[in-house]
Every structure is written in C-alpha cells, then in structure tokens.
C-alpha cells in the first residue's frame, strides 16, 4: 500500500449494500467469464443465471457464506465474498466466491490487505483452507495469489484452482 493509505479492515455487508452488489456481481460474473474466461455472451449469461441459485439459494442469508466490505480511511476499497465448502477433492475449506478492489484505489495494496484479512476470516471460522478461481487472463491476480503462498491444484480451460492451507 502507498503509505498514505491506511490499513483496510473488513466489516460485514449491510443489506441495503449486498442488494447492490448482488446486482453488480452477477454483471460482473457474466463479463469476467466473456472477457477473461472466452465464453459467448449467451453461454455465459446462461450459466450465471444457473450458478446464482445454486450459490445462494436463501440470498444473503444462504448458510455459510460471508460478504464483506473492506475499508480504509473510512471509505470503502473493497467487497469480499467467502463461502465455507466441502470439496470432494479439496476437503473442507473457505472459498473465495469474489473478491474486488474498486476501481480508483487499484494499485495501492488493497488487494493484498483483503486477502490477508480474508484468511484472517477463514481461520476465525475454524478452517485451515482457503481456495479460490482466478481465469488465466487475470495475470495480476495471479501473481498477488502467487506471492500470498497459493498454489495451484488445477487448471481447466479458462483458468485455474488455487489453494493455500494456513
């Protein structure tokens, strides 16, 4: 972070504020996966609209997930979306479901605080994993991931699983 930012520190979503991402993250889903993940418009607003309900079955009251709003200076520089999971492959462990530094305050370190406050998150909940999907196009995403000590436990057409036991 340039040292004028302070530090970022997570607090929960307000509902007011999970009702505009919702919105935002499923344009979001659906642009990442035609930018970064290569997939046609209608295949990949098909699959959003198949995933979200699967996710999130109750909205934002679907047991196990987390939404977070990361601060810093008392404005808000990130949102932060985790969601505990028993993967077949994987075993028990936190996923990163989203994970995004608004777009003015890129660049500052924001990105690297959240994760490190996200894994902060993971360990309070009683996990030692934490996991996540970044496309392969994402190569910032992938470097900061890198540097964090994920590893990559699969790749797939368009990206790759990363995890990281803490």
């Given at each position: 972070?340039?040292?004028?930012?302070?530090?970022?520190?997570?607090?929960?979503?307000?509902?007011?504020?999970?009702?505009?991402?919702?919105?935002?993250?499923?344009?979001?889903y659906?642009?990442?996966?035609?930018?970064?993940g290569?997939?046609?418009?209608?295949?990949?607003?098909?699959?959003?609209a198949?995933?979200w309900?699967?996710?999130?079955?109750?909205?934002?009251?679907?047991?196990?997930?987390?939404?977070?709003?990361?601060?810093?200076?008392?404005?808000?520089?990130?949102?932060?979306?985790l969601?505990?999971?028993?993967?077949?492959?994987?075993?028990p462990?936190?996923w990163?479901?989203?994970?995004?530094?608004?777009?003015?305050?890129?660049g500052?370190?924001?990105?690297?605080a959240?994760?490190?406050?996200?894994?902060?998150?993971?360990?309070?909940?009683?996990?030692?994993?934490i996991?996540?999907?970044?496309?392969?196009?994402n190569?910032?995403?992938?470097?900061?991931?890198?540097?964090?000590?994920y590893?990559?436990v699969?790749t797939?057409?368009?990206?790759?699983?990363?995890?990281?036991?803490?």
């Open positions: 972070m340039a040292r004028s930012d302070p530090p970022a520190t997570l607090r929960p979503m307000t509902a007011p504020e999970w009702t505009a991402w919702a919105g935002q993250i499923d344009r979001g659906v642009e990442q996966m035609v930018d970064m290569g997939m046609a418009r209608h295949d990949a607003e098909a699959k959003a198949a995933d309900p699967k996710l999130l079955p109750d909205g934002p009251l679907t047991a196990g997930h987390s939404y977070f709003v990361a601060e810093a200076g008392g404005r808000r520089v990130a949102t932060l979306w969601g505990q999971r028993d993967d077949e492959l994987d075993g462990l936190v990163v479901y989203d994970v995004e530094v608004d777009a003015d305050v890129r500052r370190g924001h990105g690297r959240v994760m490190l406050l996200a894994e902060d998150e993971v360990r309070r909940s009683g996990f030692s994993r996991g996540l999907n970044v496309f392969a196009r190569v910032a995403a992938i470097a900061l991931y890198t540097s964090l000590g590893r990559v699969r797939h057409d368009t990206g790759q699983n990363m995890l990281k036991d803490l």
